[in-house]
C-alpha cells in the first residue's frame, strides 16, 4: 500500500465528484470533519475496557495444579474414554507449566490436561480458554460436558472455531479437576494465552468489552471496503481501488472475527472463526497490489509479479476455508512462511519510498509499522515461539487508519489546492479563448474573399486545361496509328533483312561447295588416269603369269609322257615294279590334275585380261568426262561468284534500311509515350484542380462557420461578463 496513490481513492470515495471547487470545497470540509468525530469516538471506544471497575466476583486464573498426559484413552462400555473418569492425580499423568505446551510431543497428536477448578461463589461458573489448538472434549465427573469441533484419533480433526470457548462448568465441580481431550495434528497444541474460571455473564461482559474495540474498527474498515469497492466501479483507477477494497475487507473480517462479539450475541463461533482466517488471507495480496498501484506507480515489475504470486495460495486457502475449516488450520503454517515475508517485503519497499522523499510513504510507513509489530506479536503465541500476551492486533490497524486519514486530509488540500490553480488556468483560457475568437471573426471576412477570388480563378484554370485535355487526346490517337504503322514496317524491313542474310549465307555457301567440287574432280581426273595406268601394267602382268601358265602345261605334258613310260616300265618289271606302278599313277594323275589346273587358270586370265582392258577403256572415258565437268563448274563457280556480290550488296542496303525503320520506330514509341505521359499529367491537373476547386468551396463554408463561431464566442463572453457582477 502507498501514499502516492492513497489519496486518489480517498478522492474519490469520500469527497463528491464535481468540477468547480465552489462544490467541492464544503465536501472536503465535512468528510475531514467526518473522519475526525469517527477516530474521536474510535478512541473513547478503545479506552471504554479501561474505565470500568472490576466486579465484585471477578473471575479468576485457573493456572495451578496443571497435568497431562500424552495419547489417547481407550473407550469404556459406555463408549467413553476411561481416562475421562479419572482427576489426573493417578499414576501416568505428569504436571506441567499452565498455558505450555507439554514436552515429549513427538508424533502425538493428543493430548489430555487436568485443570483444577477454583473454589468461588459463582452462580454460573464456566471455565474461559482463550485459545486451544485444535479440536477438544471437556469432562467432568466422566461425561462430557462441552466439545469443540470434531476429534478423530485415526486421522485430522475437525476445527469449528479459532477464538476463545467457555465451557459451563457444574456447581459441584468448584473446587475439582476438569479433564480436557484435546487433539492438534498442527504445529500447535494444547491451551494458551488464557484459563479464567468466573461466573458466565461476567466472563461474557468481559469477552464483550474487549471485543468492542477490535468489533467497530472492523466495522469501519468493511465501511472503508465497501466505498473504496463503489469508487473502483465508478472510476479509472481500477487496480489500486481493489487492492485496497481487499486489504480494507480483510482486515474487517479479520478484526471483526477476532473480536468475539460473533460468539457472544450470535452464538455463531464457526463464522467468526471463518471471518478471521479468510481476513488473514486477504491481507498480504490487497497490501501487495495496493502498493505495487500506489507507491511503485507502474515502475516495480517484480513486485507486481510477487503480488500475483501470493494471490494464488491466498485464493486457494481461502476457498478451502469455507469448505474444511480444519484443513484450513492445519495449513497455518504455510501460510505464515509465505505471508511474514510478504509483509516484511511491503514494509521495506514503503520505507525505499519514503526514504526517498515520498511525504505519502512516510504516514503510511508508520501506520503499517505498528500494524506488522502488532500482527507478529499477536501471531506468534499461537505457535508457541513467545509467551502469551494481551492482543495488540486492533491497535496495529488503528495506527494503519490514523495513518490513512492523514494521508487522506493532505492528499484532500492537495486536490483542492490543485482545483483553485485549475480554475485559475481556466479563466485565462477563456480570455485566451475570447481574444482568439476577435482575431478568427476579423480574418474570416478576408478569408472568404481570398477563397472566392481563388475560386474563380480555379474554374478558368479549368475550362483551359480541359480543352488542352481534349486536343492531346486527339494527339494521342494520331501517334498511336503511326506508331502502329512504322512498328508494322519495322517487323517487315527486320524480315527482309533475316532472308537478305540467309541469301548471303547460302551464297556464300555454294562458292565453297563449287570450290570443293573443283578441287574434289581434279582430284577424280588424277586418281582416274592412275587407275588406267595401274590397270595397263596389270594387263601386262596378267600377259606374263599366261606365259608361266604356259610353261606349267608343257611340263604338266611331260611329266604326263614320263608318268606313261614308267607304267610301261613297271609292268615289264613284273611283281618288283608294281610299287613304282602305282607311283607313277599317281604321277600321271596328278599331271592330268595341272594339266586341267592350268587350263582353267588360262581361261580366267583371258577374262580378266578383257575386263582390264574393258576397264583401262572406260578410264578413258570417264577422265574426259570429268575434264568436261570441270569446265562447267569452273563456269558455274564465276556467275555464283558473282551472284554472291550481288547479294552481299543487297543485304548490306536491306540493313541499312531496317536500322532507319527501327529507329524510326523507336522515335514514334518515345513520341507516344511522351504524349501518353502529357496526358496524364494534364488528367492529374485537371484532378488537383478539380480538388482544389472542392477546397476552396470547404475553406468558404469553413470561414462562414468560423465567423459565426467567432460571433457566437463574442455574444457569450459578452453575457458571460455581464453575469460576473451578478453572480
Request: proline share 4%.
Given at each position: ?114 485443570i483444577p477448578i477454583p473454589e468461588g461463589a459463582w452462580l454460573e461458573p464456566a471455565l474461559f480458554l482463550r485459545s486451544v489448538a485444535s479440536a477438544f472434549e471437556a469432562y467432568a465427573g466422566g461425561e462430557r ?464 585380261s578383257a575386263s582390264m582392258r574393258e576397264a583401262a577403256k572406260v578410264s578413258e572415258q570417264g577422265e574426259q568426262r570429268v575434264i568436261g565437268s570441270l569446265e562447267a563448274v569452273r563456269s558455274s563457280g564465276v ?59 470547404s475553406v468558404q463554408s469553413l470561414a462562414q462557420r468560423l465567423s459565426g463561431v467567432a460571433d457566437h464566442a463574442l455574444r457569450s463572453g459578452s453575457l458571460d461578463a455581464q453575469d460576473a457582477p451578478a453572480s
Amino acid at each position: 500500500m502507498g501514499p502516492s496513490r492513497v489519496s486518489p481513492f480517498v478522492s474519490t470515495a469520500f469527497v463528491v465528484p464535481a468540477v468547480s471547487s465552489a462544490s467541492t470545497r464544503p465536501g472536503l470540509v465535512r468528510s475531514s470533519r467526518l473522519a475526525a468525530l469517527g477516530t474521536a469516538l474510535l478512541l473513547v471506544l478503545m479506552s471504554a475496557p479501561l474505565a470500568h471497575a472490576a466486579p465484585a466476583q471477578a473471575p479468576v486464573p485457573a493456572v495451578d495444579g496443571w497435568r497431562f498426559r500424552w495419547g489417547d484413552s481407550p473407550l469404556g462400555p459406555e463408549g467413553v474414554p476411561t481416562w475421562a473418569k479419572e482427576t489426573g492425580t493417578e499414576q501416568g499423568w505428569q504436571p506441567v507449566e499452565a498455558l505450555k505446551e507439554p514436552p515429549g510431543r513427538g508424533s502425538n497428536t493428543l493430548l489430555w490436561l487436568s485443570i483444577p477448578i477454583p473454589e468461588g461463589a459463582w452462580l454460573e461458573p464456566a471455565l474461559f480458554l482463550r485459545s486451544v489448538a485444535s479440536a477438544f472434549e471437556a469432562y467432568a465427573g466422566g461425561e462430557r460436558i462441552y466439545s469443540s469441533g470434531t476429534l478423530n484419533p485415526s486421522g485430522r480433526e475437525s476445527m469449528d472455531n479459532m477464538g476463545w470457548h467457555l465451557v459451563p462448568l457444574p456447581l459441584e465441580l468448584k473446587g475439582q479437576r476438569i479433564l480436557l481431550r484435546i487433539q492438534g495434528t498442527g504445529p500447535a497444541i494444547g491451551v494458551t494465552r488464557a484459563a479464567l474460571v468466573g461466573p458466565r455473564h461476567q466472563l461474557l461482559t468481559d469477552v464483550a468489552r474487549t471485543g468492542l474495540a477490535p468489533f467497530v474498527m472492523g466495522v469501519l474498515l468493511l465501511a472503508i471496503a465497501a466505498v473504496s469497492a463503489g469508487a473502483a466501479v465508478l472510476r479509472r483507477q481500477v487496480r489500486m481501488l481493489v487492492g485496497l477494497t481487499v486489504f480494507a475487507a480483510g482486515s474487517g473480517m479479520l478484526m471483526i472475527g477476532m473480536s468475539g462479539l460473533l460468539s457472544v450475541f450470535w452464538d455463531t463461533p464457526v463464522t467468526g472463526s471463518k471471518l478471521t482466517m479468510l481476513g488473514g488471507y486477504f491481507l498480504l495480496p490487497g497490501l501487495a497490489w495496493f502498493i505495487s498501484d500506489t507507491i511503485g506507480e507502474g515502475r516495480m515489475r517484480w513486485f507486481r509479479i510477487g503480488a500475483a504470486v501470493v494471490s494464488v495460495p491466498a485464493s486457494l486457502l481461502s476457498g478451502l476455508v469455507l469448505v474444511d475449516l480444519g484443513s484450513a488450520v492445519s495449513l497455518m503454517s504455510l501460510f505464515i512462511l509465505y505471508s511474514l515475508p510478504g509483509i516484511l517485503t511491503c514494509f521495506g519497499v514503503a520505507a525505499v519510498e519514503a526514504w526517498r522523499g515520498n511525504s505519502d510513504a512516510r504516514i503510511f510507513v508508520a501506520g503499517l509499522g505498528i500494524l506488522c509489530f502488532s500482527f507478529v506479536l499477536s501471531t506468534l503465541p499461537m505457535f508457541g515461539l513467545m509467551e502469551s500476551m494481551d492482543d495488540l492486533m486492533h491497535w496495529g490497524f488503528l495506527a494503519l487508519t490514523v495513518s490513512l486519514v492523514c494521508i487522506v486530509g493532505a492528499r484532500s488540500s492537495r486536490v483542492v489546492h490543485a482545483l483553485s490553480q485549475h480554475t485559475r488556468r481556466l479563466e485565462d483560457r477563456r480570455k485566451e479563448v475570447r481574444q482568439l475568437a476577435d482575431s478568427m471573426g476579423s480574418g474570416a471576412g478576408e478569408l472568404a474573399a481570398v477563397v472566392q477570388q481563388l475560386r474563380a480563378t480555379s474554374e478558368e484554370q479549368t475550362t483551359g486545361i480541359s480543352r488542352q485535355a481534349t486536343a492531346l487526346q486527339q494527339l494521342e490517337h494520331t501517334v498511336e496509328e503511326i506508331r502502329q504503322s512504322s512498328h508494322l514496317t519495322a517487323d517487315k524491313a527486320r524480315l527482309m533483312a533475316a532472308s537478305a542474310e540467309t541469301a548471303e549465307l547460302v551464297g556464300r555457301d555454294g562458292g565453297a561447295a563449287l570450290d570443293r567440287t573443283l578441287t574434289d574432280l581434279s582430284a577424280i581426273r588424277t586418281e582416274v588416269s592412275d587407275m588406267a595406268r595401274h590397270i595397263l601394267a596389270l594387263d601386262a602382268r596378267t600377259r606374263e603369269i599366261a606365259g608361266i601358265v604356259d610353261a606349267v602345261k608343257a611340263l604338266a605334258d611331260q611329266s604326263n609322257m614320263l608318268a606313261i613310260n614308267a607304267a610301261i616300265e613297271a609292268v615289264r618289271s613284273g611283281d618288283s615294279g608294281k610299287g613304282f606302278g602305282v607311283v607313277a599313277r599317281e604321277m600321271r594323275s596328278l599331271a592330268d590334275q595341272s594339266i586341267q589346273a592350268t587350263q582353267r587358270i588360262r581361261d580366267v586370265l583371258d577374262g580378266v585380261s578383257a575386263s582390264m582392258r574393258e576397264a583401262a577403256k572406260v578410264s578413258e572415258q570417264g577422265e574426259q568426262r570429268v575434264i568436261g565437268s570441270l569446265e562447267a563448274v569452273r563456269s558455274s563457280g564465276v556467275q555464283l561468284q558473282k551472284l554472291a556480290s550481288i547479294i552481299s550488296d543487297t543485304s548490306s542496303s536491306v540493313r541499312q534500311i531496317t536500322a532507319a525503320v527501327a529507329q524510326q520506330d523507336t522515335g514514334t514509341v518515345q513520341i507516344a509515350q511522351a504524349i501518353q505521359e502529357l496526358s496524364g499529367q494534364m488528367q492529374r491537373t485537371l484532378k488537383v484542380v478539380d480538388e482544389t476547386r472542392n477546397v476552396t468551396h470547404s475553406v468558404q463554408s469553413l470561414a462562414q462557420r468560423l465567423s459565426g463561431v467567432a460571433d457566437h464566442a463574442l455574444r457569450s463572453g459578452s453575457l458571460d461578463a455581464q453575469d460576473a457582477p451578478a453572480s
